[in-house]
């Protein structure tokens, strides 16, 4: 029996026209403040799931989305401010895209999303799709076998530090993230091009 709702929003404006006649989606151009207006509508619709008692809203990490379809960039600092606005529902990153952060800095800030959310945070990774967000960061998004070799990520089975195996790294080729999550194991999918894997392991 099914426990356990949860959607997903992508953060999107308010469309003017929809549909086979709506204008275009690569023609559409959006104000900044229309752009920003997907954060109000992001707490609306949070605190209106965790007054009906959803499990998890899920939300999709995207950047220079100007077409207005997909504009949080920074899913682990919204999901902080969504965890102080609301009393129960957990806050799902549908994904953060690996190839666009360095994995040490992305564990950390994970770390500290968890501790400031005691725990509501549902930590995703992928590996991106559009190559106007992913290689403007620096990334490889068209070479997939560059795409998938920056980092691995082990999942935590009992209270440790989140630790990731950095590849290339002259620095340090291992390190622990500090502070660590409080909440372990820590509950994490993957973007796979079959779907979301729920293994106990991450690769990007």
């Given at each position: 029996m099914i426990t356990k709702f949860a959607t997903v929003y992508a953060g999107h404006v308010d469309l003017p026209d929809m549909g086979q006649d709506a204008t275009p989606a690569n023609e559409r151009r959006f104000s900044n403040e229309r752009l920003a207006s997907v954060f109000d509508k992001t707490d609306a619709i949070a605190k209106c799931m965790d007054e009906a008692g959803y499990y998890a809203i899920w939300l999709a990490e995207h950047h220079f989305q100007h077409e207005g379809y997909e504009v949080i960039p920074n899913l682990l600092l919204h999901a902080v401010h969504l965890a102080h606005v609301t009393k129960r529902i957990k806050i799902g990153c549908g994904f953060n895209i690996a190839p666009m952060w360095h994995p040490l800095r992305l564990a950390e800030d994970y770390a500290v999303a968890d501790i400031l959310t005691k725990g509501r945070?549902?930590?995703?990774?992928?590996?991106?799709?559009?190559?106007?967000?992913?290689?403007?960061?620096?990334?490889?998004?068209?070479?997939?076998?560059?795409?998938?070799?920056?980092?691995?990520?082990?999942?935590?089975?009992?209270?440790?530090?989140?630790?990731?195996?950095?590849?290339?790294?002259?620095?340090?080729?291992?390190?622990?993230?500090?502070?660590?999550?409080?909440?372990?194991?820590?509950?994490?999918?993957?973007?796979?091009?079959?779907?979301?894997?729920?293994g106990t392991g991450m690769a990007c």
């Open positions: 945070v549902i930590f995703g990774l992928g590996r991106g799709y559009h190559s106007r967000e992913v290689e403007t960061f620096g990334a490889p998004i068209l070479d997939q076998e560059a795409n998938r070799a920056p980092c691995t990520a082990a999942r935590p089975t009992a209270p440790q530090p989140i630790t990731i195996t950095v590849s290339p790294c002259a620095m340090a080729p291992r390190l622990s993230a500090a502070p660590a999550p409080v909440i372990t194991p820590q509950p994490m999918r993957q973007a796979r091009s079959n779907g979301i894997s729920f």
